[in-house]
């Protein structure tokens, strides 16, 4: 783990202590405001999706019939350890519906065997069992996590627990009456055991059916597919992430913000990887902030809400000029044997009409995996 912190006040900035985990990067920022402490953890990974159109007694259709995942090669770093998030693939379907309370929910499996040893992550903001039990990646010391995102119900749910068979059918994310809701999946691949058998590989087999249901569980028209079928080989390769990077984000005026959308500015850094090897082309990265975003469509994450807290301004972070969106695939940079860099900037982005002077912390987590 390496922690990344950016302190400064809309007056100033100082480090805080560092922690090692795996391929795990936090940057905390802090600030004081009229002087103005911005701190910001940075960590790294990645996800997934599906769609089918409904049948006659429905009132929702998807945009997408069918998702296909195939992860092939997995990455897995020499220093990986059980809980790193080795890979993800994530899709986004949109579900209109006319007027009438409806759900989605998973409606049969392929492949009920699938099953959890215990072994616990925590992504996107909520704690999932990890499948690594029934599945023909499970010798490879690899798991399998599905978080699905509905932005009806606006949160994250832990899609695993549905597992083994369907005794979590009763699982379901309500849709949006009259209206569109974009469901977000993320199927993430983790680590599950200390050994590797690199250049060996396994098949991954299952097909998931997710439809519309009533308030009464009554299920009214399939939705779409989720897919997992092919081979995945591990290999190993990745790099070394710095223990770690301090940012400092200089001193800075609440008097130099001229309303929503104005910047402090620009400050560039780098998290640096070290001794990359093997036969990945891209290095990916996934960001996700711990208090979600202040302003989505301009990469601006929030700050956190503790007592003294500044109000009215987020941290606006870019990687390599891209906003850091979590509805599409995560941002790449190209694979560097020896040294590979990953750019970004930061800045102080007004997001209110005023501003409020105190601290201004922010923790988000960066995902980093191989392709």
Same mark, same amino acid.
């Given at each position: 783990?390496?922690?990344?912190?950016?302190?400064?006040?809309?007056?100033?900035?100082?480090?805080?202590?560092?922690?090692?985990?795996?391929?795990?990067?936090?940057?905390?920022?802090?600030?004081?405001?009229?002087?103005?402490?911005?701190?910001?953890?940075?960590?790294?990974?990645?996800?997934?999706?599906?769609?089918?159109?409904?049948?006659?007694?429905?009132?929702?259709?998807?945009?997408?019939?069918?998702?296909?995942?195939?992860?092939?090669?997995?990455?897995?770093?020499?220093?990986?350890?059980?809980?790193?998030?080795?890979?993800?693939?994530?899709?986004?379907?949109?579900?209109?519906?006319?007027?009438?309370?409806?759900?989605?929910?998973?409606?049969?499996?392929?492949?009920?065997?699938?099953?959890? =040893?215990?072994?616990?992550?925590?992504?996107?903001?909520?704690?999932?069992?990890?499948?690594?039990?029934?599945?023909?990646?499970?010798?490879?010391?690899?798991?399998?996590?599905?978080?699905?995102?509905?932005?009806?119900?606006?949160?994250?749910?832990?899609?695993?627990?549905?597992?083994?068979?369907?005794?979590?059918?009763?699982?379901?994310?309500?849709?949006?009456?009259?209206?569109?809701?974009?469901?977000?999946?993320?199927?993430?691949?983790?680590?599950?055991?200390?050994?590797?058998?690199?250049?060996?590989?396994?098949?991954?087999?299952?097909?998931?059916?997710?439809?519309?249901?009533?308030?009464?569980?009554?299920?009214?028209?399939?939705?779409?597919?989720?897919?997992?079928?092919?081979?995945?080989?591990?290999?190993?390769?990745?790099?070394?992430?710095?223990?770690?990077?301090?940012?400092?984000?200089?001193?800075?005026?609440?008097?130099?913000?001229?309303?929503?959308?104005?910047?402090?500015?620009?400050?560039?850094?780098?998290?640096?990887?070290?001794?990359?090897?093997?036969?990945?082309?891209?290095?990916?990265?996934?960001?996700?902030?711990?208090?979600?975003?202040?302003?989505?469509?301009?990469?601006?994450?929030?700050?956190?809400?503790?007592?003294? =807290?500044?109000?009215?301004?987020?941290?606006?972070?870019?990687?390599?000029?891209?906003?850091?969106?979590?509805?599409?695939?995560?941002?790449?940079?190209?694979?560097?044997?020896?040294?590979?860099?990953?750019?970004?900037?930061?800045?102080?982005?007004?997001?209110?009409?005023?501003?409020?002077?105190?601290?201004?912390?922010?923790?988000?987590?960066?995902?980093?995996?191989?392709?």
């Amino acid at each position: 783990m390496q922690r990344l912190i950016f302190e400064s006040s809309l007056f100033a900035l100082h480090r805080r202590d560092k922690a090692q985990c795996g391929n795990k990067a936090f940057y905390r920022l802090k600030n004081n405001l009229p002087r103005l402490y911005p701190t910001l953890i940075l960590l790294i990974f990645a996800g997934l999706l599906f769609a089918r159109h409904a049948s006659a007694e429905s009132i929702c259709q998807s945009d997408s019939s069918r998702y296909n995942v195939n992860m092939q090669t997995v990455i897995v770093p020499a220093d990986a350890q059980p809980g790193d998030i080795l890979k993800v693939a994530t899709n986004t379907v949109n579900i209109t519906c006319g007027a009438g309370a409806r759900n989605q929910q998973v409606s049969s499996v392929s492949n009920p065997g699938w099953d959890s =040893s215990g072994m616990t992550v925590t992504v996107d903001g909520v704690i999932c069992r990890v499948l690594d039990k029934g599945m023909g990646i499970s010798d490879l010391g690899l798991g399998i996590v599905w978080t699905n995102y509905n932005s009806a119900a606006g949160t994250w749910g832990c899609m695993t627990s549905l597992f083994p068979g369907l005794d979590g059918a009763r699982l379901r994310r309500g849709l949006q009456y009259n209206g569109t809701a974009a469901i977000t999946d993320k199927l993430y691949i983790v680590k599950t055991h200390s050994e590797s058998d690199y250049g060996k590989s396994g098949q991954i087999e299952q097909s998931i059916a997710v439809s519309e249901s009533d308030q009464d569980d009554n299920l009214m028209g399939e939705l779409y597919d989720i897919d997992f079928h092919g081979s995945v080989q591990i290999s190993t390769g990745g790099c070394t992430i710095n223990s770690q990077t301090s940012v400092d984000m200089g001193t800075v005026s609440t008097a130099s913000f001229h309303g929503v959308g104005s910047m402090g500015p620009t400050v560039p850094f780098a998290i640096t990887l070290t001794n990359c090897e093997g036969s990945a082309a891209n290095v990916r990265v996934h960001v996700e902030p711990n208090y979600g975003y202040a302003d989505l469509n301009n990469s601006v994450i929030a700050l956190s809400q503790e007592e003294n =807290s500044a109000a009215g301004v987020g941290i606006r972070l870019l990687l390599d000029g891209k906003k850091i969106n979590p509805d599409v695939d995560s941002i790449k940079v190209p694979f560097q044997q020896g040294t590979t860099l990953i750019p970004f900037t930061a800045n102080y982005y007004q997001v209110a009409e005023s501003i409020k002077a105190g601290r201004a912390d922010s923790t988000a987590i960066f995902y980093i995996y191989y392709e």
